[in-house]
């Protein structure tokens, strides 16, 4: 089975008011624009919680929201960062209505399937 590897960065927003629909609205759209911006950005795909049970025990986590980014590789990810544009993007995280925890996780990504 062949596998496919790229670079994916995670960023999870915690403690969002509810509902949480302008912020969703405003990371479509002008967050979104900006991020698009970002060199070597292959995929951005956003997150939202749905309502769901486990017939297992399980913990769930409480995240709000999540933002997903896939670069070919850590080379693309590394200039993507160092970039003008994710620098625009920090900055419009004060633009973010709502305000939130956020936390950040750069992983190696492995498609097996």
Partial sequence: MAVEEAVTYFVRYKG???PQDDFV???RTRHAEILAQMPGLQRLVL????????PFPVISDQTDFLAEM???NE???????ASRARALARADLENLP???AVTHQAMRSLRVL
Avoid: N, R, S
Wanted: charged share 5%; no cysteine; net charge neutral.
């Fill in 47 to 54: 997150h939202v919680p749905t309502a769901w049970q486990d």
């Fill in 16 to 18: 969002l008011p509810q």
């Fill in 70 to 72: 896939t670069f070919a």
């Fill in 98 to 100: 709502g305000g939130a």
């Fill in 75 to 81: 080379a693309a990810f590394k200039a993507a960062v």
């Fill in 25 to 27: 609205a405003y990371y």
